[in-house]
């Protein structure tokens, strides 16, 4: 009975911090604008953001296997309110990236440790069902955020949209406080070594699981940093750019729950470069696109890769975390992604000046193919 508690509080919580997070999507790049950053400006302030994840989280799964879950959900949806106020207030392509710093650090004490939980108490060849009935909150979550920001964005204006962050980010902050149990890890006693990195990394699994991670992170950094840039420039408007970006990962969501099953009755390795492939297909034909309706079609098969890699990846990063600590391995499994989400919009911003916007896009379905023939290799290496 506790279990599913700790799983309904940290969903319902999870969903409004990313709804929260997502109202932004579509004003991000447009408010960027306004202060004077030029594509490599906008490449820095969407990284800055992963730079500070990427920094953090390993450290917090560590802390947060010998200490506790709670405290650092707490503390990084704290951060979270309090950075929507930050985004008003700055002027410059300077302070942006600043705040996106402080933003980043919120982020690392929230995701990868609300997965460690749900990972704690995920049932032995349960994971992959447990893991996408979890990941639906975090897609459905900032699918939605972005389709609201683009319609408050066209209806109030910028500011609003980030005071809406901040208010979602403290309703979640309030939920975990008043219903999360103290003790949300009853399995810490099991994790008495926290293993290095470089013991982990031994493992051709995760080695394939962090490349997947890593290059879907660079191709739909592409997306979430420069489709709005691309969709404005066809004359569509941003209550529909929202809805764009939206889009595929709102499919994503509703198929994580359906897909997260399959993992648990297929091999979730095959899952994992299938569904990485099909994300990436997309991109390279998106320079191509003339209209709100390609676009659109594009974003829904980019959510159906989604749907089939996610739920599996995770599954088998809970497997790694049974032996290595599940904060410790869940940190560097979304570290691999922030990662991603550095190199990826900062390039691809590069890029953008040096060859054009189309190119963006051909960069990332470059980058994303690539890693699914390195994660196709380890994979089937360690079934060998």
């Given at each position: 009975m506790q279990h599913k508690r700790i799983f309904f509080v940290l969903f319902v919580a999870l969903f409004v911090a990313m709804l929260g997070m997502g109202v932004i999507a579509p004003t991000m790049p447009l408010y960027a604008k306004t202060v004077g950053a030029t594509g490599i400006g906008l490449g820095l302030i969407y990284s800055a953001f992963s730079i500070s994840r990427m920094v953090f989280m390993p450290m917090a799964g560590k802390l947060s296997d010998r200490r506790g879950r709670k405290i650092f959900i707490i503390s990084g949806l704290v951060i979270y309110t309090l950075a929507s106020l930050g985004y008003i207030w700055s002027s410059s392509v300077v302070q942006l990236v600043w705040i996106r710093l402080i933003h980043g650090i919120g982020s690392a004490m929230i995701v990868p440790i609300a997965a460690a939980v749900i990972g704690d108490i995920s049932p032995k060849g349960e994971e992959g069902s447990?893991?996408?009935?979890?990941?639906?909150?975090?897609?459905?979550?900032?699918?939605?955020?972005?389709?609201?920001?683009?319609?408050?964005?066209?209806?109030?204006?910028?500011?609003?949209?980030?005071?809406?962050?901040?208010?979602?980010?403290?309703?979640?902050?309030?939920?975990?406080?008043?219903?999360?149990?103290?003790?949300?890890?009853?399995?810490?006693?099991?994790?008495?070594?926290?293993?290095?990195?470089?013991?982990?990394?031994?493992?051709?699994?995760?080695?394939?699981?962090?490349?997947?991670?890593?290059?879907?992170?660079?191709?739909?950094?592409?997306?979430t940093a420069f489709l709005p840039v691309f969709a404005a420039k066809l004359g569509i408007s941003p209550s529909k750019i929202?809805?764009?970006?939206?889009?595929?990962?709102?499919?994503?969501?509703?198929?994580?729950?359906?897909?997260?099953?399959?993992?648990?009755?297929?091999?979730?390795?095959?899952?994992?470069?299938?569904?990485?492939?099909?994300?990436?297909?997309?991109?390279?034909?998106?320079?191509?696109?003339?209209?709100?309706?390609?676009?659109?079609?594009?974003?829904?098969?980019?959510?159906?890769?989604?749907?089939?890699?996610?739920?599996?990846?995770?599954?088998?990063?809970?497997?790694?975390?049974?032996?290595?600590?599940?904060?410790?391995?869940?940190?560097?499994?979304?570290?691999?992604?922030?990662?991603?989400?550095?190199?990826?919009?900062?390039?691809?911003?590069?890029?953008?000046?040096?060859?054009?916007?189309?190119?963006?896009?051909?960069?990332?379905?470059?980058?994303?193919?690539?890693?699914?023939?390195?994660?196709a290799y380890f994979m089937i290496h360690q079934s060998r």
């Open positions: 447990m893991m996408g009935n979890f990941n639906v909150a975090l897609f459905l979550g900032f699918g939605t955020g972005p389709l609201l920001g683009g319609f408050v964005l066209d209806a109030v204006g910028m500011a609003s949209v980030f005071y809406l962050m901040g208010g979602l980010s403290f309703v979640a902050l309030l939920l975990v406080i008043f219903f999360l149990p103290e003790k949300v890890n009853n399995r810490i006693q099991k994790y008495p070594s926290i293993s290095p990195f470089r013991t982990i990394w031994q493992h051709n699994i995760f080695k394939g699981v962090l490349i997947f991670r890593f290059s879907n992170a660079v191709a739909r950094g592409s997306v929202g809805f764009l970006v939206s889009v595929n990962i709102l499919l994503t969501a509703v198929l994580q729950h359906f897909f997260g099953k399959l993992a648990d009755r297929v091999s979730r390795s095959f899952l994992v470069v299938v569904g990485n492939i099909v994300v990436v297909v997309p991109l390279l034909v998106t320079p191509y696109a003339k209209s709100f309706s390609d676009l659109l079609f594009l974003g829904i098969i980019m959510g159906l890769g989604s749907g089939l890699a996610f739920p599996a990846a995770a599954a088998l990063a809970t497997e790694q975390g049974r032996s290595h600590g599940m904060g410790n391995v869940m940190g560097y499994f979304n570290q691999s992604m922030s990662l991603g989400m550095i190199v990826g919009p900062i390039v691809a911003g590069w890029v953008m000046d040096l060859l054009g916007l189309s190119v963006v896009f051909i960069f990332g379905g470059i980058v994303g193919i690539l890693g699914s023939s390195f994660c």
